[in-house]
């Protein structure tokens, strides 16, 4: 007996503390009971073999203690739901929160590396917000296995529901032209209209994150060596409007992702805005000029050239691909008055 | 070499076979623990009338059925061992005699439709 002996000890490591000598002498108890039985069938006493392929085939310790363990989760299936979207719903209101703080930083006139670190204590602050979020779930999950709140408050929406108060149908996924725009899509859309808006409206920092993107590390110079040509002055209004109209479509599509011919029309004006703003800017002689106070101008000459070059060709290849997208959307808003199920749910 | 399908349908059946016994098992043990027993003596009982079950998910089952107040034990001394009997309670009684019905019920539309 001195191997069950050492079989319930092993048992006992992984069982719960408070119950161990309860469940441990009720099935030592058992498993003796059934040695016996064996010894009675073979008339005399079990060898140490047949007492090994008893506790084997009762199974592995770990295995026995876990199934006296009831199942065990942090968040039950019931809260789980509602945890993963309140996860959703706090990491966008956090995001948001930094959006904030980083267009204030812009118009606050802070440096550029303050802005982008900023932005990198953003992801510093998703892993503390989603374990805190777990925390707070996994006690709520707690609370609800002893009062069951959850299932009582669904039971009774399962009651009150009603299907004829469900949102209109949706356009189907084999109606290309209908799909809803992502919300994800067009926050992020928004946040860079918002920043392009600022940027536009005052000289800002932001303005040397742009030329720092568009010429690297000269774009950060104190006095650099180029400035706007008139020829923006011409566009200064125009782009200002047609950023207030792409801010009027964003609103709108993030509070009604499926309003997809707005948006189809919205996009349609705004992209025609813009071929021709860019077709306005590819006919100037020149877009950036020397500084004023740049004294050895021959020195800049070549670069102030291959600048001017280079933003004429990609502004060119910028108005075809706006060309591109505004038949797109010509098309989505064809495909949206073909399709009726698309045309119910959108304005 | 392992024919990787087979194993898996193998498995799969496995997994079918236990979810439905599972509803079964309980239906078992309730109905016959309308006689007391111990958790061997009532293993040895459902085997003998062809319901096979391992003794570590008996055994467990067991105390899951007594805390949901389905079963009552005491600790009673037989053949001069102290053993754990199990009897069917009020409100097992009660539910066993609706999850028969369910099981009647279930039985005969399934009879219909196989």
């Known amino acids: ?54 506790l084997k085939k009762h199974g592995h310790p770990l295995l026995v203690a876990t199934r006296y363990r009831q199942s065990r989760h942090l968040i039950g299936s019931a809260l789980f739901p509602f945890y993963w979207l309140a996860m ?32 990198l204590n953003y992801v510093g602050a998703v892993l503390p917000t989603f374990a805190w979020v777990t925390i707070v779930f996994a006690v709520l999950d707690i609370g609800n296995n002893k009062f069951h709140l959850v299932e009582k408050v ?21 109606s290309a032209g209908g799909k ?31 030329l720092f993107i568009a010429l690297g590390p000269v774009g950060l110079a104190d006095k650099m060596p180029f400035q706007m040509a008139p020829v923006w002055n011409t566009v200064y209004w125009p782009v200002i409007l047609l950023s207030i109209v792409a801010i009027v479509r964003q609103v709108v599509m993030i509070m009604h992702p499926d309003r997809v011919r707005f948006y189809a029309v919205m996009r349609l004006i705004a992209d025609g805005g813009t071929v021709t703003l860019l077709y306005v800017l590819t006919r100037a002689s020149e877009l ?8 050895d101008a021959a020195k800049f000459a070549e670069a102030l050239r291959i600048v001017n070059l280079v933003l004429h060709y990609v ?16 098309h989505r808003l064809f495909r949206i008055g073909r399709n009726p199920a698309a045309a119910s749910s959108v304005v | 070499m392992v024919d990787l399908g087979k194993l898996l349908n193998s498995d799969l059946f496995e997994n079918l076979k236990l979810e439905l016994r599972r509803g079964s098992l309980i239906i078992a043990v309730l109905a016959q623990l309308r006689e007391e027993h111990y ?21 467990p089952l067991l105390r899951r059925l007594e805390s949901q107040g389905l079963l009552e034990s005491k600790w009673r001394e037989e053949d001069k061992r102290n053993k754990r009997f199990y009897r069917l309670s009020k409100d097992g009684a009660h539910i066993l005699k609706q999850l028969l019905e369910e099981w009647q019920s279930l039985n005969s539309s399934l009879k219909r439709i196989v």
């Open chain 1, 1 to 54: 007996m001195d191997l069950l002996e050492r079989y319930l000890q092993a048992v006992r490591t992984y069982l719960p503390t408070s119950q161990q000598e309860d469940i441990l002498k009720e099935l030592g108890e058992n498993l003796r009971a059934q040695m016996e039985d064996k010894e009675t069938e073979l008339g005399r006493p079990l060898s140490e073999d047949e007492l090994a392929e008893i």
């Open chain 1, 88 to 119: 959703k719903i706090i990491l966008a209101i956090v995001g948001f929160g930094y959006a904030v703080g980083v267009l204030v930083l812009i118009v606050a006139g802070k440096s550029l590396f303050e802005v982008l670190g900023a932005l």
């Open chain 1, 154 to 174: 669904t039971a009774e929406c399962n009651q009150k529901f009603n299907p004829r108060s469900l949102p209109a149908l949706r356009p189907t996924s084999d």
């Open chain 1, 180 to 210: 809803p725009i992502p919300r994800a899509q067009t926050i992020v859309e928004h946040f860079f209209t918002l920043a392009f808006l600022l940027w536009w409206i005052r000289v800002s920092p932001i303005r040397k994150v742009a």
């Open chain 1, 288 to 295: 950036f000029v020397l500084a004023p106070g740049i004294t």
């Open chain 1, 315 to 330: 502004m060119i290849f910028t108005a075809i691909l706006t060309v591109v997208e505004c038949f797109k959307h010509v």
């Open chain 2, 39 to 59: 958790g061997y003596a009532l293993r040895k009982a459902l085997a003998d009338r062809g319901m096979e079950i391992e003794e570590s998910t008996l055994y």
